[in-house]
């Protein structure tokens, strides 16, 4: 996979969760509010056996480019719903002035 754009799928939502958090935050005192539901995800995405190091499977987002030039049988499409949660707990998150979840 060294020759191929990629990341690992961890660190692709690890990444949206960080610009989830910073529209939170610049949310702050904005008059218009939005409320967060359940995010889709669909990403090409390469799996790879390691059999170097830790035995397991890996999961690679790929970037495609605007060519496209991976062919289907090396990437796989992969459909994910994230339902934010606060820390509270609650499943309803609101991009407001606090930043903080609504109780639900």
């Known amino acids: 996979m060294a ?3 990629s990341i690992p799928l961890s660190k692709a939502i690890e990444d949206l969760r960080a ?7 610049s949310g702050v005192g904005q008059e218009l509010q939005f409320r967060l539901k359940p995010i889709e995800l669909e990403l090409k995405v390469a799996i790879t056996n390691d059999l170097e190091g830790n035995a ?14 991976y ?13 934010p949660r606060g820390q509270n707990g609650s499943t309803e998150v609101i991009i407001s002035e606090t ?3 609504r109780p639900g």
């Open 19 to 25: 610009e989830l958090l910073t529209a939170l935050r």
């Open 56 to 69: 397991g499977i890996k999961f690679w987002v790929v970037d495609l480019g605007s060519k496209g030039s």
């Open 99 to 101: 930043g903080s979840p």
């Open 71 to 83: 062919e289907n049988a090396t990437t796989h499409t992969l459909k994910l719903t994230l339902e």
């Open 3 to 5: 020759s191929v754009p």
